[in-house]
């Protein structure tokens, strides 16, 4: 088995989902509102560092292939409303990166512990400092708390760090050196 950010996380968060979706090849009953409105974003930001498409013909194409692309429905009408609302808000925010482009959705392949990984690394940039790891969130992320006893959102930043950590494995092995961020 290839091992993936992805995987892992689904791991930890259900071990019987992990079984019957990773090793017994039981295809999900349904696709879900956040995943689905999750990748739409990413493609459309792809579209835009790649040179696909400007702000104004991505924000057409958002509001056109919204219900097409966005499938399920949340449990409130609220939450879709203001996900697309913000979703198109961070489609006109989008703005041009004053660093070299060295990939956008690149994949990469690396072995930690004699396990096979592969990873997408939403966008990889080369600053005058260094090498930049970005990679985009529906949504902002908390700092960390300062409670000794770590909070929901001190958990969901630390897997959010942990995919970071895992790209610089293989950023490390192409550039021969670590990300700066």
Known sequence: MTFSYSRLTAFDSC??????????????????????YGTFLHDIFA??????GSVAILSDYYINEYC?????????????????NQGFEAVLNLKPTPYEI???EK???????????????????RSEDGIIIVDHKN?????RSTRAKPTKTDGELSLYLRQ?????????EEYGIYPIS
Not at 17 to 35: A, C, E, I, R
Not at 47 to 52: D, I, L, Q, S, T
Not at 111 to 122: F, P, S, T, W
Not at 164 to 172: D, F, G, H, K
């Open 15 to 36: 071990k019987y989902k992990w079984l019957m979706k990773y090793v017994l090849g039981v295809p999900s009953t349904k696709d879900g509102f956040f995943s689905s």
């Open 47 to 52: 579209k835009y560092y790649r040179g696909e």
């Open 68 to 84: 097409n692309q966005v499938v399920g429905k949340p449990q409130k009408m609220t939450t879709a409303v203001n996900y697309f």
């Open 102 to 104: 060295l990939g956008v």
């Open 107 to 125: 994949e990469v392949h690396w072995k930690l512990g004699g396990r096979d990984y592969v990873g997408y690394i939403d966008l990889l940039l």
């Open 139 to 143: 949504r902002d992320l908390k700092p």
């Open 164 to 172: 970071l950590y895992m790209y610089a494995t293989p950023v490390y």
